[in-house]
């Protein structure tokens, strides 16, 4: 994308997909903690650049979100493979007894 490494600001449905993505990734995380911690990083991040105008200043916000997105992919990938085995209390659904 020549927007990203350009002077030109992303489209607004060019950062509402980096959003849909970084909280995709978020779900790959199969750990509470992570997962959550992901989740609340994207949104913490995109609620103090929502009101950035200038078009570098968004610009590069932008493309410090493609960052960290790329770094999120790959860590999901690697904990997927020497993720633990056992479930965090969290995942666990409640027994509902009446």
Not at 3 to 18: C, I
Not at 34 to 63: C, G, W
Not at 80 to 93: C, F
């Amino acid at each position: 994308m020549a927007s990203a490494a350009g002077a030109t600001a992303p489209t607004r449905a060019e950062v509402l997909a980096l959003f849909r993505s970084l909280l995709r990734t978020a779900r790959r995380f199969s750990d509470y903690n992570i997962r959550e911690y992901t989740k609340r990083r994207t949104i913490d991040a995109f609620r103090h650049n929502q009101n950035l105008s200038d078009a570098a200043s968004v610009s590069t916000a932008y493309s410090d979100g493609k960052t960290q997105l790329e770094i999120a992919q790959r860590q999901a990938v690697v904990y997927q493979l020497y993720a633990p085995k056992i479930r965090s209390v969290m995942d666990i659904k409640p027994i509902l007894r009446s």
